[in-house]
């Protein structure tokens, strides 16, 4: 596991093949080492092809075998040949990045190297000559396979590193895209919210003040009903006094019309009466006119008689001058009577006339006592509806004026929420700026974290 990023990008060559002591002395021997496996070639890069595929798990076509095949011959010809300089390199950083390309493990290519490698250092050992020879050879050959590996490990980490750049740039990206869309969407959001809350504060506003007016005119409506409710006991007072003082005009009324029945009731007796005083007249007139024939027979036999006929004549002319009194005197009791009987029908007639007109006041008072009596009972429901309606219009104030309280308080939340959303456009400017800052400082760090990919090399 490395800890620190192998610088290699930057390194000189130089300096890198003077770590591990390659240099043109060394060409004779690496000559050497390259033709005596020359003629192995083709089986080695067969044995690193088919050690690959089984530590890779993958199982290539032939085709594309092939041309694996080819390359890693072609590779493996001039793998030891000298020079070693910056286009040996390049060739074993090339063939290093093909085989990342096929996304495998370092472990799987590093370790189709390492079976190569003891199948090259068994090559060697049998076909070097000396002792001393052979050592020096061998030990060139791992400063070589040293390099190698070198190259091969810092060309993975290289490779894994750009991939983690550009998946780190494409991350950053998409992050800075989203943050941005999120941004702008949360800002429109923000802006829709503050302008929506906005208008309900400004609705809320109108509803206070329209709130504000019902409360006022539920107050007066209250007020109005108190007053209906207070006018409508005095009317029902009023209506109470007219009960009774019609109650008495009735009982007036009745006594009135028993008056008036005994008024018609004296005046029919008074004209039976003056009918049976002109019968009395006229039986005393009949008399009269007797009494007058008489005295006149009386005063003629009187005559006849003489001298003694004489006092039967004073007698006679008495009688017949008391006879025309008395029927003078029946006469004008007569006449008087007839203006008594005509006198007593028209009394009967008005007292009839004004005992009709009892009977109908009477009755008609009676109907206005029958009428005065349901609107007693309307004037009573309307009170209590007004008296209940006073009320309801008071609860309705009240519920009006907690409304009121309830509408002070959303007006509150309102501004309150109106503050909130300008806070919250300046946090996500700040939050936007933020996104923007922290990935240009992440460029810096993204190569660091690239270090992690070779946590896997064995």
């Known amino acids: 596991m490395f800890q620190s990023t192998i610088e290699t990008v930057s390194s000189c060559t130089a300096e890198r093949l003077s770590a591990f002591q390659i240099g043109p002395n060394e060409y004779a021997g690496l000559k050497k080492i390259n033709d005596l496996l020359q003629p192995h070639v083709t089986e080695l890069a067969n044995l690193y092809l088919d050690r690959f595929e089984r530590n890779a798990g993958l199982k290539l076509p032939s ?5 694996y095949l080819k390359m890693t011959v072609g590779y493996a010809t001039g793998k030891y040949l000298p020079p070693i300089d910056d286009d040996w390199i390049e060739r074993t950083k090339a063939v290093t990045s093909q085989v990342f390309a096929m996304q495998t493990q370092p472990y799987a290519h590093l370790g189709a190297i390492n079976a190569v490698h003891r199948a090259e250092l068994q090559i ?3 076909d070097f000559g000396g002792t001393q020879q052979q050592l020096v050879l061998i030990e060139l050959f791992n400063r070589v396979i040293a390099l190698k590996a070198e190259i091969i490990t810092t060309t993975f980490q290289q490779c894994r590193d750009q991939e983690y750049r550009c998946w780190a740039q494409e991350q950053a990206e998409g992050f800075q895209q989203a943050i941005a869309q999120m941004v702008a ?3 429109e959001k923000s802006s ?3 302008a929506q809350t906005n208008q309900t504060s400004t609705l809320v ?3 206070l003040a329209l709130a504000e007016d019902v409360a006022v005119a539920s107050r007066e409506s209250a007020a109005a009903m108190g007053d209906t409710a207070r006018t409508a006991g005095s009317l029902r007072e009023t209506l109470d006094k007219m009960t009774a003082t019609l109650s008495q005009a009735s009982q007036a009324l009745g006594a009135a019309t028993g008056i008036a029945e005994n008024s018609v009731e004296t005046a029919n007796k008074m004209t039976v009466q003056s009918a049976s005083i002109q019968t009395i007249a006229k039986l005393i007139q009949d008399v009269t006119s007797q009494t007058s024939i008489l005295a006149l027979n009386a005063r003629i036999e009187a005559a006849r008689a003489g001298e003694s006929g004489r006092g039967f004549s004073v007698v ?10 008395t029927a003078n005197a029946t006469e004008e009791i007569v006449a008087h009577l007839a203006q008594i009987g005509q006198t007593s029908a028209h009394t009967l007639s008005a007292n009839r006339s004004m005992l009709e007109t009892f009977v109908k006041v009477r009755d008609m008072n009676e109907a206005v006592c029958t009428e005065v009596g349901e609107q007693m009972g309307t004037i009573t429901k309307i009170a209590a509806a007004v008296d209940q309606t006073a009320l309801s219009a008071s609860t309705s104030s009240d519920a009006v004026q907690r409304i009121q309280s309830l509408v002070d308080g959303i007006s509150g939340e309102l501004r309150s929420a109106s503050c909130a959303a300008n806070e919250l456009n300046s946090q996500i400017a700040e939050l936007q700026y933020g996104a923007g800052s922290f990935l240009t400082n992440l460029a810096p760090i993204q190569g660091l974290e690239a270090d992690q990919a070779l946590n896997e090399v064995p």
């Open 63 to 67: 085709e594309e075998r092939a041309e």
């Open 124 to 126: 060697l050992l049998k």
């Open 185 to 187: 969407q949360a800002a």
């Open 192 to 194: 829709s919210s503050s």
């Open 205 to 207: 506003q109108d509803l």
């Open 316 to 325: 006679a002319s008495e009688i017949k001058g008391l006879s025309e009194q």
